[in-house]
């Protein structure tokens, strides 16, 4: 039981180049997410996806887009990335779906991306 | 909005002293509280929750109390371990914030032998 993993584990880019930041959990949970953390400003939510099906934007998703491939699988993509977009971006995963998910605040969270943009 | 906030760190304690991290919050209606603990070079993990007033979460040792008179939700330890050197994230989840969690900005604890 892997629970969440997330590749790669770092990443270099250059301002404008783009790629996919990949997490998947073997939990069977409905619900996956993506934060980003800086220094100092605690973890801001990107996106997330309540079901398989559904997404929905959290605090910080400008300059992001997620794919929720299956119940398994929940892609966030940089499309043009920036050197503001510099980060360490965690997945994270819950069961039940839905609000609930969030009130009881049980997300299990994968090791991280460490991603630079110079 | 909702918000939290707790002591900013790092804070460096020797091994078997007692601990406190100081988290106090701001929210609407009546919201969830957590602790996680992220050790280095992984995820967060949830350390324990209280989901209303006067509810005290504990596990591996610590402990905080839902306080709402004076919102806030201290994390305690009566003997730190250098196994518990980790950043520790205040949190809440639902009143106003049904559909996201709000972290605190994080606190470095560094325990030396």
């Known amino acids: 039981n892997a629970g969440v993993t997330q590749t790669p584990k770092f990443q270099v880019l250059k301002t404008g180049q783009s790629m996919t930041l990949q997490c998947a959990q073997d939990?069977?949970?409905?619900?996956m997410y993506w934060y980003r953390q800086d220094p100092g400003m605690g973890l801001r939510l990107i996106y997330y996806?309540?079901?398989?099906?559904?997404?929905d934007k959290g605090e910080v998703p400008n300059g992001y887009n997620v794919s929720r491939l299956n119940k398994r699988e929940f892609s966030l993509r940089l499309e043009s990335a920036a050197p503001s977009q510099t980060s360490v971006y965690f997945c994270?995963?819950?069961?039940?779906?839905?609000?609930?998910?969030?009130?009881?605040?049980?997300?299990?969270f994968g090791p991280g991306t460490r991603l630079t943009v110079t | 909005g909702n918000s939290v906030t707790q002591m900013e760190g790092p804070v460096t304690l020797s091994e078997e002293a007692f601990l406190t991290i100081n988290c106090t919050y701001t929210?609407?209606?009546?919201?969830?509280l957590f602790w996680y603990v992220q050790y280095p070079g992984e995820g967060l993990q949830l350390l324990l929750k209280?989901?209303?007033?006067?509810d005290k979460g504990s596990n591996k040792g610590f402990e905080a109390t839902y306080r709402k008179e004076t919102t806030s939700f201290h994390l305690e330890k009566g003997s730190v371990q250098v196994s518990d050197s980790a950043v520790y994230f205040c949190?809440?989840?639902?009143?106003?914030?049904?559909?996201?969690?709000?972290f605190g900005s994080g606190t470095r604890l560094s325990i030396r032998p």
């Open positions: 994270a995963s819950s069961s039940p779906s839905g609000p609930s998910s969030f009130l009881y605040g049980e997300q299990y």
């Open positions: 939990m069977n949970h409905n619900s």
């Open positions: 996806s309540a079901s398989e099906g559904t997404t």
């Open positions: 929210a609407t209606g009546y919201p969830s």
């Open positions: 209280a989901t209303k007033a006067d």
């Open positions: 949190a809440l989840s639902g009143g106003s914030s049904a559909s996201k969690i709000i």
